[in-house]
């Protein structure tokens, strides 16, 4: 089990804090194993076993388990007079879950640490908002980094350089399931279809009672096929309705929430640089990994651009950013990472091959008034910053900080 040491980092320093820890993304993406290394790193603090209490409840055994009956299993496994680690993984799958947590940490009999992990946004949803305000901190676990990738490849593959490594992680993505030996692309790609028909089929269509599959499907696609584009549910249903498929704007938001929802997709709305307002047209959306679109929609070295920019939204969101597209009169910012007061700012291309993409990369970073960094990240290796805005390798943008 390879530590993944930038969420361990960021987890701890809550252990034993009156707050539930919440660890939340998309499906496979590394939230129980995650969960056994705060395990591993309590009985390194010398915390017994005992203490240290884990339930999956995304198992068969736990299917139609009412809450109470949950509450009376969970704490019969407290240990009396002592302090009892509770590790609750996928616990949205047991109905009012959040009152069950609520309980454990309101009632002064119970002395918990209580950990949970999820994988759809009923995590964060108006629940805990009622029954744990102020109570719980939350994680967004991702996918692999690059980094971390790399870290997979020397342990469990074959590391080549650094540019091959590059090239594999855009075609296979970032799921730990993906790296842990060495396997074909087919193969790899069947492993993620799996993740996203699982998500797809158990997250949105089971949950809602979803009856018009292939019209949320439809709309997968669309969206898959179009990110880092802007675009609005009016564009979808012009889209479906070209296919002689009717559907209502109303409906169209509803399956793009649920997508967000399920951590398939993450909505990145755009900022007027200006005025620094966050405008509610227009938005993009980005996928929680390229895996999926290449398993769904398959391979395209032409979507190469699109890709990239995936990566650094991903990234940038990995490192602790709230991230915009940013609005500067007619001219588009890729990115907008705003941390604590600061901001940066980052376009993304394939290649800077010629004067007039040259021009249009660093020509809209000089627009902006500012004195916060600039970047222009693309797959070039010759250095070609000027006027103050930074030119980076992707990998170099990935690897090092900045």
Known sequence: MLIRQSYIDQITPFIDMPLVKILTGVRRCGKSTIMLMLMDELKKRGISENRIVRFNFDTLEWQNTDVKQVFEIIKDKLVPSERTYLFLDEIQEIEHWERLVNTFMEEAEYNVDIFVTGSNSKMMSSEISTYLTGRYISFRIHPLSFAEYLVFRKEYGELADLSKEFLRYIEYGGFPAVHLKPLTLDEAYVIVKDIYNTTIFTDIVKRNQIRKVDQLERIVKFAFDNIGNTFSANSIKGFLESQNRKIDIETVYNYLSKLEGAYILNRCSRQDLQGREILKT?????????????????????????????????????????????????????????????????????????????????????????????????????????????????????????
């Open 282 to 402: 227009q938005e993009k959306f980005y996928l929680a990994d390229n895996a999926f679109k290449h398993a769904v929609l398959g391979y395209k070295q032409d979507d190469i651009s699109q890709t990239l920019e995936n990566i650094v939204y991903l990234e940038l969101r990995r490192r602790g950013y709230d991230v915009y597209v940013g609005k500067l009169d007619t001219k588009e910012i890729d990115f907008v990472a705003e941390k604590q007061g600061k901001s940066i700012y980052v376009q993304v291309a394939y290649l800077l091959a010629d004067k007039k993409t040259q021009e249009r990369e660093f020509g809209n970073l000089l627009q902006i008034e500012d004195n916060f960094p600039k970047f222009v990240v693309s797959m070039d290796d010759v250095d070609m910053s000027h006027k103050g805005i930074t030119h980076l390798n992707i990998k170099g943008f990935l690897l090092n900080s900045w």
